[in-house]
C-alpha cells in the first residue's frame, strides 16, 4: 500500500506533542514557582530560562540543516533537502523570537530595547540575515538545483555563524551576563534544574514543528498526485 | 614541465584578465563606484570637524565589501555568456581548478580597486597620517580579499543560474561577509586610527586568516555540486 495510509507518523506525532506539551507546562510551572527569584533582576530573570533555550534551539536547528545539506550532497535524496529546509524555516522563526526575548531582557535590566555591544544578540540578527537570504536562493531555483544549492548554502552559511560570533565579539565590548563558562554553570542549582528542563521542552518544540510539518508536506505530494490522478480520469 | 592542473589555470585565469583588460568593463566601474560610495559614506558619516580618522577604517571596508559585490557579480558573466561555461566544464578541467580561477581573478580585480581607494581614503580622511602605516593597511587588503574571493566566487555560481541573479547576489554575500567587514575595519583602525596597537591589528588578521581558511574548506567540500548538471 502507498504511504499515505501510514499513520505511523502521526502516532509518532501525537506522542512528542504530548510530551512536549507536558515538558513546557512543567518548565513554566518550574520557573515561576519552583526556581528562585534572582536577587538583582527580579522577575524579569525568569525570561532567561526561555530566551537562552530558543537560542540553542535555533543553533541546533541551524546545526540540523547542515548536517541534512552534507548529506543530501552525498545521497541526493530530496527528503534531506526537505528536512534542511524546515529546519531552516524553524530556525529562523526562532531566532526572531530570540532577539525579541532579548531586547525585552535588554529592555528591563539595561534600560533600552537594543544595544550593539552586546555580541549574542547581534550575532543573532546576523544569523537572520544569513538564513533569510537561504529562501531568498530557494525561490529563485527550481527542482533539483534548488535542492543542491541550498544545501550547499546552508553549509556555508553555517560556517559563517561562529564566525559572525567571534568578530562581534572581538569588536565590542561586552554587557551580556555570562552563564556558561569553563568553571561549569554560573547560577544555583534550583535555577540549573529548571533551565535544563526548559531546554528540553523547547528542543520537543522543535522535534514536534518539524515532524508536523513533514506530515503536512507529505499529505499535501498525496493531495497533488490524487488531484493529478483525478484529472487525468476527467 | 609544469604541472597540467597549473597550466589549465594559467590558462582560465589569463582568459579573465584578458578579456578584462581589452574591455575594462568591470574594473573602471569598480574604482568609480568605490570613489562615489566613500563620498556618500562622507557625507552621511558627517562629523562636526573636518577630521575623519576615527571611521576611516569602516568606511574604507564598507565601501570595499560593496565593491566586492560589483566584482563577484561580474566575474561570472564572461562563463555565461555564448555557453562558455558548457565548454569549460567539457573539457578536461578539474572543477576546483575553475573555481580557484575565479577567486585569483576576483582577487586581482580587488586589489585594483585597492592600489587607487586605499591612497585615496588616507588622503581623504586620515590626518597626521604616516606612510609606513600604508604597508600594515595593505597587509590587511592581501588577506581580506583572499577570503572576499574565496566565498564571492562560490557564492556567484549560487547566484548564476538564479533568477533576478542581481538581486539574489548582494543578499547572499554581504551577510557572510560581515565578519570580513569588521575585522579588515578593525585591523585598518588599529594602524590607521591613530592608536597604533600592532597586538589589535595581529589579532584582527589572525581572524581574516581563520576566515578565508574555513570558507576554502567549505568551498572545497561543494565546489563539485555546484556544476553537478
Known amino acids: 500500500m502507498s504511504s499515505t495510509t501510514d499513520t505511523r507518523p502521526a502516532r509518532r506525532l501525537t506522542v512528542t506533542g504530548l510530551v512536549t506539551a507536558a515538558l513546557l507546562l512543567t518548565a513554566v510551572y518550574g520557573v515561576f514557582f519552583g526556581a528562585p527569584e534572582d536577587a538583582d533582576q527580579g522577575i524579569i530573570q525568569k525570561i532567561f530560562y526561555f530566551h537562552v533555550a530558543i537560542a540553542m534551539v535555533a543553533l541546533l536547528a541551524f546545526l540540523v540543516a547542515a548536517i541534512e545539506g552534507i548529506r543530501y550532497l552525498r545521497e541526493r535524496d530530496p527528503r534531506h533537502d526537505e528536512i534542511g529546509s524546515i529546519c531552516v524555516g524553524i530556525g529562523l522563526a526562532f531566532s526572531i523570537l530570540v532577539v525579541i526575548t532579548g531586547s525585552i531582557w535588554a529592555k528591563a535590566s539595561w534600560g533600552t530595547w537594543w544595544v550593539w555591544t552586546d555580541p549574542r544578540l547581534v550575532t543573532f540578527v546576523i544569523v537572520l540575515l544569513l538564513y533569510a537570504a537561504y529562501f531568498v536562493l530557494r525561490s529563485s531555483a527550481d527542482g533539483e538545483r534548488q535542492a543542491r544549492y541550498s544545501a550547499i548554502y546552508s553549509v556555508a552559511a553555517f560556517a559563517s555563524v561562529p564566525l559572525s560570533f567571534y568578530s562581534v565579539r572581538v569588536a565590542r565590548s561586552f554587557v551580556h551576563p555570562v552563564v556558561f563558562n569553563q568553571q561549569g554553570a554560573n547560577m544555583p542549582d534550583s535555577m540549573l534544574w529548571w533551565f535544563v528542563v526548559g531546554q528540553i521542552a523547547m528542543i520537543g518544540v522543535f522535534l514536534t514543528i518539524l515532524q508536523l510539518e513533514l506530515i503536512q508536506r507529505r499529505a499535501d505530494r498525496a493531495l497533488r498526485r490524487v488531484k493529478a490522478r483525478l484529472e487525468a480520469a476527467a | ?229
Open chain 2, 1 to 229: 614541465m609544469r604541472p597540467v592542473w597549473s597550466r589549465q589555470l594559467r590558462a582560465l585565469l589569463l582568459k579573465d584578465l584578458r578579456l578584462e583588460l581589452r574591455t575594462r568593463d568591470t574594473i573602471v566601474a569598480m574604482v568609480l563606484f568605490s570613489v562615489v560610495a566613500m563620498m556618500i559614506f562622507q557625507f552621511a558619516v558627517g562629523s562636526s570637524g573636518d577630521d575623519l580618522t576615527d571611521v576611516a577604517g569602516g568606511i574604507l571596508w564598507a565601501t570595499l565589501a560593496l565593491t566586492a559585490v560589483l566584482g563577484v557579480g561580474r566575474s561570472w558573466v564572461p562563463e555565461r555568456e555564448q555557453r562558455v561555461l558548457d565548454g569549460i566544464l567539457v573539457a578536461p578541467i578539474p572543477r576546483l581548478v575553475l573555481l580557484v580561477s575565479k577567486v585569483g581573478a576576483i582577487y586581482a580585480y580587488l586589489l585594483v580597486v585597492e592600489i587607487i581607494a586605499v591612497p585615496l581614503a588616507a588622503l581623504f580622511f586620515i590626518r597626521h597620517g604616516q606612510a609606513g602605516d600604508l604597508l600594515l593597511v595593505a597587509g590587511v587588503c592581501l588577506l581580506a580579499n583572499l577570503g572576499i574571493a574565496v566565498l564571492g566566487s562560490l557564492l556567484a555560481c549560487l547566484a548564476l543560474f538564479a533568477r533576478a541573479r542581481e538581486l539574489l547576489l548582494p543578499v547572499l554575500f554581504l551577510p557572510s561577509l560581515l565578519p570580513v567587514v569588521i575585522a579588515a575595519a578593525g585591523a585598518t583602525h588599529a594602524v590607521a586610527g591613530g592608536t597604533n596597537d600592532l597586538a589589535e591589528y595581529r589579532g584582527y588578521l589572525l581572524f581574516l586568516g581563520v576566515y578565508a581558511v574555513i570558507f576554502g574548506l567549505v568551498a572545497y567540500a561543494t565546489y563539485d555540486h555546484v556544476f553537478d548538471d
